[in-house]
């Protein structure tokens, strides 16, 4: 081995950029007493942010069958064990979220089937093994698998961006969010940043390109961004306080209303949310520098739903 070939070796960036254990924490949430304003006298604001619970469970639980299929192509050891984490994580995560979905939302009088159907779709249908129900050739299977681990890759750097926003956000402490949805939030939002280094390690190792991060992203970014807001204006438009309005994506009332909720802190400015993007377009992206795994890890060691699901582990450890 060459001196130069030492040396690259030595530089070279490592497969793994995890630097904690990633674990499930089997949480579980009680929503009898959280309201639908669960932002107190802030019903936009508070079903724009329910929508997250609609958006996310599809979503999640293809991350985990799509991890599951790269899982036997990683070769690196630390990175398998990341990926395997990352799975456990994202099944609670769709767990958590779909639990609010039956017993808070639809408890409640929300119809949340067409935006579930829609999001069921796009998952199981346009970004499934056989897309649209065709068989892709032998030969592209290997690049179909690559391209949706971008999109992973993309989603999971504004997820990053949402965890941070979320452990950062004292304004809804201030006016006494439902501490039940506040926790689910936080501790999604936690562990999305303690885990936000996988999904790019994973494109990466598996051969994932610098130019194809330009158009997923492209196509990432406005998706995600469409759908919050379409989603978030059929919840709110089955509410009478704002039949009147007629919610709809299209509507810039949407639009307004999202930024004057950005302002008063409820909600993150949607310019800001596009603008925390561009880091992910450097040749030099790193989402290990993008957040703070000691500020989610802080919030993990105090988080409710956590501290009950670590008690009912040790007590289970020691009845066995």
Same mark, same amino acid.
């Given at each position: 081995?060459?001196?130069?070939?030492?040396?690259?070796?030595?530089?070279?960036?490592?497969?793994?950029?995890?630097?904690?254990?990633?674990?499930?924490?089997?949480?579980?949430?009680?929503?009898?007493?959280?309201?639908?304003?669960?932002?107190?006298?802030?019903?936009?604001?508070?079903?724009?942010?329910?929508?997250?619970?609609?958006?996310?469970?599809?979503?999640?639980?293809?991350?985990?069958?799509?991890?599951?299929?790269?899982?036997?192509?990683?070769?690196?050891?630390?990175?398998?064990?990341? =990926?395997?984490?990352?799975?456990?994580?994202?099944? %609670?995560? #769709? !767990?958590?979220?779909?639990? @609010? *979905?039956? +017993?808070?939302?639809?408890?409640?009088?929300?119809?949340?089937?067409?935006?579930?159907?829609?999001?069921?779709?796009?998952?199981?249908?346009?970004?499934?093994?056989?897309?649209?129900?065709?068989? =892709?050739?032998?030969?592209?299977?290997?690049?179909? %698998?690559? #391209? !949706?681990?971008?999109?992973? @890759? *993309?989603? +999971?750097?504004?997820?990053?961006?949402?965890?941070?926003?979320?452990?950062?956000?004292?304004?809804?402490?201030?006016?006494?969010?439902?501490?039940?949805?506040?926790?689910?939030?936080?501790?999604?939002?936690?562990?999305?940043?303690?885990?936000?280094?996988?999904?790019?390690?994973?494109?990466?190792?598996?051969?994932?390109?610098?130019?194809?991060?330009?158009?997923?992203?492209?196509?990432?970014?406005?998706?995600?961004?469409?759908?919050?807001?379409?989603?978030?204006?059929?919840?709110?438009?089955?509410?009478?306080?704002?039949?009147?309005?007629?919610?709809?994506?299209?509507?810039?009332?949407?639009?307004?209303?999202?930024?004057?909720?950005?302002?008063?802190?409820?909600?993150?400015?949607?310019?800001?949310?596009?603008?925390?993007?561009?880091?992910?377009?450097?040749?030099?992206?790193?989402?290990?520098?993008?957040?703070?795994?000691?500020?989610?890890?802080?919030?993990?060691?105090?988080?409710?739903?956590?501290?009950?699901?670590?008690?009912?582990?040790?007590?289970?450890?020691?009845?066995?």
């Amino acid at each position: 081995m060459t001196a130069t070939t030492a040396a690259r070796k030595k530089t070279a960036r490592p497969a793994s950029n995890t630097d904690t254990v990633l674990k499930q924490r089997n949480v579980k949430f009680d929503w009898s007493e959280t309201p639908i304003d669960w932002l107190p006298n802030e019903p936009f604001s508070s079903y724009f942010i329910n929508e997250i619970n609609l958006i996310l469970p599809a979503g999640e639980f293809w991350f985990c069958r799509l991890y599951n299929k790269a899982l036997p192509f990683v070769t690196d050891e630390k990175l398998k064990a990341d =990926v395997r984490g990352f799975i456990k994580q994202e099944a %609670m995560h #769709a !767990r958590g979220h779909s639990s @609010a *979905t039956e +017993e808070y939302l639809a408890a409640r009088g929300i119809n949340t089937e067409r935006n579930q159907q829609l999001m069921k779709w796009l998952f199981d249908v346009v970004l499934d093994d056989k897309p649209f129900g065709k068989e =892709v050739p032998a030969l592209l299977e290997r690049r179909w %698998m690559l #391209a !949706r681990l971008g999109l992973v @890759a *993309t989603i +999971e750097h504004m997820t990053c961006v949402l965890g941070m926003y979320a452990l950062e956000n004292k304004k809804w402490d201030e006016i006494n969010a439902d501490q039940v949805m506040l926790d689910l939030i936080r501790w999604h939002g936690a562990e999305e940043v303690e885990h936000r280094s996988v999904a790019f390690d994973l494109y990466k190792h598996l051969g994932g390109d610098y130019l194809s991060r330009y158009y997923l992203a492209a196509i990432v970014v406005p998706m995600i961004i469409g759908l919050w807001v379409d989603g978030a204006a059929n919840i709110a438009g089955q509410d009478p306080r704002f039949a009147k309005k007629k919610p709809a994506v299209y509507k810039p009332w949407m639009w307004v209303e999202w930024f004057k909720a950005s302002r008063r802190q409820l909600l993150p400015n949607p310019l800001w949310l596009v603008l925390q993007q561009l880091p992910y377009f450097s040749p030099w992206y790193d989402p290990s520098k993008e957040g703070s795994t000691d500020m989610a890890q802080a919030y993990l060691d105090q988080s409710p739903a956590a501290l009950a699901a670590s008690a009912i582990a040790a007590n289970m450890k020691v009845a066995a």
